[in-house]
């Protein structure tokens, strides 16, 4: 039987999309350090409309595969927290792209 | 269909960085205090010497009003280019305007033709915060290069300062409006603080 709907069908396994990547959140938190040399905590909330759980949860995975890297510090008494993409992640998120670019040329 | 525009993004980033008002500020005090310095006589010094310290106050605005409600960032090699070039931009437009009266005919050039001075200097401006503006890319600084240029230009045409005070108070009227406007609208949060803070 054929499944109706284009999300029920298998992606096709010549294509590998990284799903760590592939989270809205975790897309634009990429997307956000891809652009800049780094960036704190505050900035990446400012810019991707996250809340603080929900980027920090997102900064652990993210830093867990290798993708960014994150340096707790202080600012006077205040927890400062600096964050920057690392070249593997650097790596990744352009694989996704092409990946992307080229799954989505593929559609018929 | 996820799109990611990684240019707009970066310019949307740079750019909100720069919504604090704060650099127009700084421009119409540079101005104001220029048209201060052309009133005091005795106190002129004083004026030089205010107008010395508006880049560091600046960088100390930025500091403690825009990062601790935008946070940190540094931007990319990309960015730092185009901020040489504004520099060095800057810099060249300058020495062109010290070497313009002996190119033109003299030093009384100036003093004998104040309407091509008056047009001359305020196309200068105009130029110089065009560079800015473009290379920034922040449009509304091509705005204030043109009331500047009005102002410097005019405040020759007409012999009289009075222009740098209306062209320098209008854009820092309009910085501080900027600055309240970040301020109300960007409290700010420090990290760790609870989501519903």
Redesign the interface.
């Known amino acids: 039987m054929t499944p109706d709907r284009l999300e029920d069908q298998p992606a096709p396994k010549s294509v590998t999309i990284d799903r760590l990547i592939h989270e809205p959140a975790r897309l634009m938190i990429m997307s956000a350090l891809y652009v800049v040399e780094r960036a704190d905590f505050l900035f990446l909330m400012r810019q991707t409309d996250l809340t603080q759980g929900n980027l920090s949860s997102h900064m652990n995975k993210l830093e867990a595969a290798g993708y960014i890297e994150v340096t707790k510090g202080f600012k006077g008494k205040r927890p400062h927290t600096m964050l920057r993409l690392t070249d593997s992640g650097r790596a990744a998120l352009s694989a996704y792209r092409l990946q992307m670019e080229q799954m989505l040329q593929d559609l018929p | 269909?996820?799109h990611?525009d990684?240019t707009q993004?970066?310019r949307?980033?740079w750019q909100?960085y720069h919504e604090d008002g704060l650099m127009e500020t700084a421009f119409g005090l540079i101005v104001v205090t220029a048209f201060l310095a052309s009133i005091a006589d005795q106190y002129r010094y004083v004026a030089y010497v205010a107008l010395l310290l508006i880049g560091p106050l600046l960088a100390l605005a930025k500091r403690w009003i825009t990062a601790?409600r935008?946070?940190?960032?540094?931007?990319?090699?990309g960015r730092k280019a185009r901020k040489l070039r504004v520099v060095l931009f800057i810099a060249a437009l300058v020495a062109a305007t010290a070497l313009l009266p002996l190119l033109l005919g003299g030093e009384n050039w100036p003093s004998d033709h104040p309407t091509g001075m008056g047009f001359i200097l305020g196309m200068l401006v105009v130029l110089a915060f065009s560079a800015i503006a473009y290379w920034l890319q922040l449009a509304r600084i091509y705005l204030i290069g043109l009331i500047f240029g009005i102002a410097f230009g005019s405040s020759i045409l007409l012999d009289m300062s009075l222009p740098l005070l209306v062209g320098g108070g209008t854009v820092l009227f309009f910085g501080l409006w900027r600055l309240t406007h970040f301020i109300q609208t960007?409290p700010k949060?420090?990290?760790?603080?609870?989501?519903d803070a």
């Open positions: 269909m996820r990611v990684l993004l970066e949307k980033a909100s601790p935008l946070g940190a960032v540094e931007f990319g090699p960007n949060v420090s990290e760790g603080a609870s989501d």
